[in-house]
């Protein structure tokens, strides 16, 4: 039985229809303002997001980490990422939300700028790039004739511009191994509950778990059953961070059926215990 998730994945701010258009743009101020200038945290299960953030103040909750953004600034947000803002009133920009399957080339795995894209980002906003948003929003906005095709190209480029401000060290090769990970993410976000065994995700991608561990190896510097732990212990710290949920509640739905395993096992990859983290994450 799947368990619905406790962090809210939106199709956009707060709404959870299929994609009506190519892509989506708004102003800061249109969104924000209707949630007292309040974003919650949330996820994008296929969608990622350009913001581009032109003035007023604003702070930003991504993955459990307090981003505190100097203005002017660019936000890329992937698909998955847990993030949340608030703005000050009257904050200005623009927030682009691109359909990963509406946008391939870009946002695919096989894209050449995929590497570049595939993490979340902040770097200072330049004027090519706010000028590539405010194409995008136009184009969005004015319903001229061959809109599609005018988006299209304006989407490209504002990608191509925003991949040029990541970080140099998340431009890895997006190999085969880097898509085994994928898909080994994706496998670990599903079967989180199930417990299954490193021969169960290798079996599940075709791979022996030798293959599996030589992947994760490579793109993470860890062993196949390291990186599981982590990636349950992130999901633990975010679902700690993020929701209400008791301790035990959270260690159940990971697959943890005796609630003190479950802490003695959090403390040992953290340093502290799940209400120590908690409160430490709720402290001003």
Known sequence: MTVPDPIPAYALYGERSDEPDLLHAETIVDRAA????????????????IFALTAGTARMSVEGEEVALALPALVFMPRGAVHGFVF?????????????????????????????????????????????????????????????????????????????????????THSRAAMHLDRYDALIRTHLRERWRIADYAQALNLTPQQLTRVTQAQRGMSASAYLEAQVFREARRLLAYTRMSVSEIGYRLGFDDPAYFS?????????????????????
């Open 264 to 284: 003695r096992a959090f403390r040992r990859n953290t340093g502290r215990t799940p209400s120590r983290y908690r409160e430490d994450v709720d402290a001003p």
């Open 34 to 49: 209707r949630h007292d200038w309040r974003i919650a945290p949330h996820r994008h299960v296929a969608l990622s997001q």
């Open 88 to 172: 000050s009133q009257g904050t200005e920009g623009h927030v682009i939300t691109l359909p990963d399957r509406a946008f391939p080339e870009q946002l695919g795995r096989e894209s050449p700028l995929a590497a570049r894209l595939s993490r979340w980002f902040v770097a200072p906003l330049d004027a090519d790039t706010a000028h590539a948003v405010r194409l995008v929003a136009d184009e969005h906005g004015a319903r001229h004739a061959f809109r599609e095709a005018a988006l299209r190209g304006a989407a490209a480029l504002l990608c191509a511009r925003v991949a040029r401000h990541a970080p140099q060290d998340s431009a890895q």
